[in-house]
């Protein structure tokens, strides 16, 4: 066998770039998180591998601020996270509120319907956080077997106030179930002291990991409730009651072929943060916020969010009147390799979403972004007409 030397990459693969990824995810990945993806392949039962898999649940749950047995991560997006609380937690029938003021929290209750949930919805404007008196209010109307928010809502920069949230459905029993696929690894998560019930994430924002692994987290409770069930869970691929076996003990049972060279990346992103210490991490990522904050006011510009309310990892901001908000973003990337996000929903046209997640939460890549953007404005292609 010869090696395949590197004009023998494919042409597609050369053409691409180095873009600085300022969006609502993915974001950009420090080079020993690529030199960990290319480390040598080995098989998913190798006592080697399962060394490391043993090693990432520790050190998720650390960073989930959670003691939780039951923490790994599914393989699968963000979006797969979701997937698995919610099959492995509903039964048809079961009464589930989701707490809605963006597009995750929408993509929540259509997840939950699907499962043939009751499903309620408490809606709030986009852009504005969860109301916790709301949420106790409707509480005592009716009884939850699980209530689900977005901690870091990625279509509109909000932060939701998911301790005070816990606090009120405590009380009533219900599982909680939270959102942190934005907000782990940029700011504080408190699983154990929200009372969260079931959490899960993804790799691909304040991680630093490319996307493909969703880390999660059941308490004690949930796992009883898994127990419990009377129906078995409607998914092969995220039926936690198999995956488990897999991943805990000494004997390891097959169940799907692990994203090796994948978990290589995330034992090595996790390490990165937990090296850094994570109040610095949270530190750099608020620095970086209020660096971008202070000059975007420099070019009059606004925020969606008001400030108590705002995430710094993710940041809405105001398409000026007579921009053309399309043609920024296609200037940036085009002419300065930066990438930012558009507006959701209600909110298409109307913002740019500005991530500044992970390793991408840098005083220099703010610096970079601003004195593009300065450009931006000032060039006529950019303006709207009429």
């Known amino acids: 066998m010869t090696d395949a030397s590197s004009d023998s990459l494919m042409p597609r693969l050369k053409r691409l770039r180095e873009v600085l990824l300022m969006g609502p995810g993915p974001s950009c990945v420090p080079p020993l998180v690529y030199e960990a993806l290319a480390r040598p392949t080995i098989g998913h039962l190798d006592p080697a591998f399962i060394d490391i898999m043993d090693a990432i649940k520790d050190q998720l749950r650390e960073l989930m601020g959670t003691g939780n047995r039951l923490t790994i991560p599914v393989s699968g997006t963000g979006s797969a996270g979701m997937e698995t609380c919610f099959v492995n937690l509903i039964e048809p029938g079961d009464t589930v509120l989701v707490l809605v003021n963006g597009v995750f929290g929408q993509r929540m209750t259509d997840v939950a319907k699907r499962l043939r949930a009751e499903v309620d919805t408490l809606e709030f404007q986009w852009g504005t956080p969860v109301q916790v008196e709301a949420v106790r209010e409707q509480l005592q109307k009716k009884e939850y077997r699980i209530v689900a928010v977005v901690h870091a809502e990625t279509s509109t920069g909000v932060c939701n106030p998911v301790a005070e949230i816990g606090e009120v459905i405590r009380p009533t029993g219900a599982l909680y179930l939270v959102d942190t696929v934005t907000s782990?690894?940029?700011?504080?998560?408190?699983?154990?002291?929200?009372?969260?019930?079931?959490?899960?994430?993804?790799?691909?924002?304040?991680?630093?990991?490319?996307?493909?692994l969703a880390p999660i987290s059941f308490s004690e409770r949930a796992v009883q409730k898994l127990q419990a069930r009377a129906t078995k869970v409607p998914n092969w691929y995220l039926d936690l009651t198999l995956i488990v076996n897999y991943w805990e003990g000494a004997q390891r049972a097959y169940h799907h072929t692990a994203p090796v060279n994948m978990l290589y990346a995330l034992h090595q992103a996790l390490g990165l943060?937990?090296?850094?210490?994570?109040?610095?991490?949270?530190?750099?990522?608020?620095?970086?916020?209020?660096?971008?904050?202070?000059?975007?006011?420099?070019?009059?510009?606004?925020?969606?969010?008001?400030?108590?309310?705002?995430l710094p990892m993710l940041n809405a901001v105001l398409v000026p009147d007579g921009v053309d908000e399309t043609a920024v973003r296609r200037k940036l990337l085009a002419e300065s390799g930066i990438e930012i996000g558009a507006g959701l929903g209600p909110l298409a046209g109307r913002i740019w979403r500005v991530g500044l997640m992970g390793h991408t939460a840098r005083p220099e890549n703010v610096d970079r972004f601003l004195d593009a953007l300065s450009d931006a404005l000032n060039d006529p292609a950019c303006r709207r007409i009429g």
Request: proline letters at 6%; charged letters at 20%.
């Open 273 to 310: 943060i937990l090296a850094e210490g994570l109040e610095n991490v949270y530190a750099r990522h608020g620095t970086a916020h209020r660096r971008l904050v202070e000059g975007l006011e420099e070019f009059d510009l606004e925020m969606l969010v008001e400030p108590g309310a705002r």
């Open 184 to 212: 782990l690894g940029g700011m504080p998560v408190q699983m154990d002291a929200w009372g969260a019930d079931a959490l899960y994430s993804g790799t691909q924002k304040c991680l630093s990991c490319p996307p493909g």
